[in-house]
């Protein structure tokens, strides 16, 4: 039997299979929504809602009283663009009801439009012997733990995710203007997708550049014709700076470096200085290799480097964030699937690699779906927060890995792209 028979072979063996689980997963995921529907927004949306319907009767979006924009604080401390949003929905006089079902609807085609675009981006690369790996994207996407819990919220992270997704599908697409255009949306929507304009900056990217400039300056006219000048002002004079240096949290469903320093050494005005010189040596550390990863010549592997670094970026802002909630990690659904092209496109595939992520995915996903079922008793709860959380260092540093792998000429196992 020859390569291409056997690889045939291997996708029929695995890809039918997989196939077939296709349905129970989108089954199970329904089955998690419809459980939660009931409690969908009753976190954080409520709060959205009353600083619009504030602003409608005051003129008031930010509360003035800068004490109270603490870690996890019941506040509306968002840039304007989403609260401009509902200020123009209540307007046209829609109810709260209708825009809990509005925010619930935009929350899962965010999801599946995001879920979408990542098989359409593994289609451009993979060919038919490994097309089990399509099935693969769409379960792994449809039992991705943080989506429950950003139904549970209604918060911003799931238009993030389409939006940084379409981002990527963009960049490999080579067309830099239209990625640029969905990050300057993504950071009008939470400010954190700026470190990928600073990526734009350090590749010369110009053109990515100007649409995040222009996605900014269409975005931002229309949130100052409906909300005003003042409360711009107010975001970036009082608020925005409060956020940048926001203290951590110890809560359990905070998954940041200084988090894990609180786990171990307790509360206390030190764990700010102790976590930022770890994350200050994954800054470095993560730089060098966006360093190495620019210098490389053009050539079939170019898009899965690029893929990789802003994999590398999502994740190392997931790490150093302050409080990086339970909702955040959203975003790793990303990473997961860079990581999946990038390992079965190189020859040969680093195995031990896989192994070690799949098992990365297996603490993540059992741990956290036992939480939602409630098998993990309250006890013990923070040590199911805990194992989570170590999915974003495993997924650090296997990026790295595979970064540095794609830092030299590689063969590629499945050739140039689609045309």
Not at 42 to 52: K, S, Y
Not at 140 to 157: C, G, H, S, W, Y
Not at 216 to 235: D, I, N, S
């Amino acid at each position: 039997m020859n390569a291409r028979q056997t690889g045939w072979l291997w996708a029929l063996l695995l890809g039918i299979p997989l196939w077939l689980l296709v349905w129970p997963a989108f089954d199970f995921f329904m089955l998690q929504v419809s459980r939660t529907f009931q409690y969908a927004g009753v976190m954080d949306f409520p709060i959205f809602l009353e600083h619009a319907r504030n602003f409608i009767d005051i003129g008031v979006l930010y509360a003035r009283d800068i004490q109270q924009y603490g870690p996890g604080a019941p506040i509306y401390k968002f840039p304007p663009l989403f609260g401009a949003m509902l200020v123009f929905c209540m307007e046209q006089g829609a109810t709260d009801q209708a825009l809990f079902s509005w925010a619930l609807a935009a929350q899962e085609v965010c999801f599946f439009g995001s879920a979408l675009l990542m098989v359409g981006m593994l289609y451009q690369y993979v060919r038919w012997p490994w097309a089990w790996l399509l099935p693969v994207v769409l379960i792994v996407a449809l039992l991705f733990p943080p989506n429950i819990e950003n139904v549970l919220r209604l918060q911003l992270d799931a238009y993030v995710l389409l939006l940084l997704t379409a981002a990527l599908f963009f960049l490999l697409k080579e067309k830099n203007g239209l990625a640029g255009f969905c990050v300057g949306l993504a950071i009008l929507l939470k400010v954190y997708p700026v470190v990928l304009l600073v990526y734009f900056l350090m590749r010369r990217q110009w053109a990515a550049c100007v649409g995040v400039l222009v996605a900014c300056l269409m975005v931002t006219t229309a949130t100052l014709a409906m909300l005003g000048v003042a409360e711009h002002a107010y975001f970036l004079s009082s608020v925005l700076p409060v956020m940048l240096m926001e203290s951590a949290s110890a809560s359990l469903e905070n998954l940041s470096l200084a988090a894990y320093v609180i786990y171990f050494q307790g509360d206390g005005p030190h764990v700010g200085y102790m976590a930022k010189p770890v994350v200050a040596a994954c800054v470095l550390v993560a730089g060098w290799g966006l360093f190495q990863s620019s210098r490389m010549p053009r050539d079939a592997a170019s898009p899965i480097r690029t893929a990789l670094d802003v994999a590398l970026l999502i994740t190392l802002v997931l790490i150093g964030l302050s409080n990086s909630w339970w909702n955040y990690q959203i975003l790793l659904l990303i990473p997961t699937v860079v990581i999946l092209v990038a390992a079965f496109a190189v020859r040969p595939v680093p195995w031990a690699l896989v192994v070690f992520f799949a098992l990365t995915c297996a603490v993540l996903f059992v741990t956290s779906h036992a939480v939602v079922k409630e098998m993990i008793p309250q006890a013990d709860f923070y040590k199911s927060v805990f194992y989570r959380g170590l999915t974003n260092y495993a997924f650090f540093i296997v990026l790295l890995v595979l970064q540095r792998r794609y830092c030299r000429p590689v063969s590629l196992s499945w050739g140039r792209p689609h045309e």
